[in-house]
T-cell receptor, first 115, second 118 residues
Framework: QKEVEQNSGPLSVPEGAIASLNCTYSDRGSQSFFWYRQYSGKSPELIMSIYSNGDKEDGRFTAQLNKASQYVSLLIRDSQPSDSATYLCAVFHSNSGGSNYKLTFGKGTLLTVNP | DAGVIQSPRHEVTEMGQEVTLRCKPISGHNSLFWYRQTMMRGLELLIYFNNNVPIDDSGMPEDRFSAKMPNASFSTLKIQPSEPRDSAVYFC????????????????FGSGTRLTVV
């Protein structure tokens, strides 16, 4: 059973601070990693993807990947109240024959940014 | 592109009634996924299709649930008979079929159907 673990939170940070969201995964062969943001009552939307070890920056968002530690994180700099949402980590993996592949989602971390 | 289109947006039905949820994936996406989301269990994968063929339905909770994909542009999830514990938000998502496509682009979700069974 491929597992993706996230701290359910809630994570509460003041406006302007850095929010750090973490995710661990069990399948060492996982190939790519995604962060989705889900506002209350809305559907998940893709905000970041990362495939290689290291950091990937997109505006105020930075995704970090460490495959040796099986760990991926999302940093949100200068957090805004509009960033308040649930953040879902998703991991892409396939079986050895390449016939079955899909994303596995964590349960999400609720982030609250306080004005 | 209009994205993944789901209907209806909201459904309220009485226990025992049949419920049909509908999904139109993004054109060219050959993988389609049905999820259920609740506060307690999070996002649960019910079933997914590749090229209209069901690949993994191990997440379908019981025989009351069934899903079909008669062509590349349409899928249904049916619950018969419905029960109050089926109340949840049901999402449909689609993705490119290839390993490379899915690995690079992930899934795109529809707006969801909020089902309430009373």
């Amino acid at each position: 059973q491929k597992e993706v673990e996230q701290n359910s939170g809630p994570l509460s940070v003041p406006e302007g601070a850095i929010a750090s969201l973490n995710c661990t995964y069990s399948d060492r062969g996982s190939q790519s990693f995604f962060w989705y943001r889900q506002y209350s009552g809305k559907s998940p939307e893709l905000i970041m993807s990362i495939y290689s070890n290291g950091d990937k920056e997109d505006g105020r968002f930075t995704a970090q990947l460490n495959k040796a530690s099986q760990y991926v994180s999302l940093l949100i700099r200068d957090s805004q109240p509009s960033d308040s949402a649930t953040y879902l980590c998703a991991v892409f993996h396939s079986n050895s024959g390449g016939s079955n592949y899909k994303l596995t989602f964590g349960k999400g971390t609720l982030l609250t940014v306080n004005p | 592109d209009a994205g993944v289109i789901q209907s209806p947006r909201h459904e309220v039905t009485e226990m025992g009634q049949e419920v049909t949820l509908r999904c139109k994936p993004i054109s060219g996406h050959n993988s389609l996924f049905w999820y259920r989301q609740t506060m307690m269990r999070g996002l649960e994968l019910l079933i997914y299709f590749n090229n209209n063929v069901p690949i993994d339905d191990s997440g379908m909770p019981e025989d009351r649930f069934s899903a079909k994909m008669p062509n590349a542009s349409f899928s249904t999830l049916k619950i018969q008979p419905s029960e109050p514990r089926d109340s949840a938000v049901y999402f449909c998502a689609s993705s490119p079929r290839s390993i490379t496509g899915m690995a690079n682009y992930g899934y795109t979700f529809g707006s969801g159907t909020r089902l309430t069974v009373v």
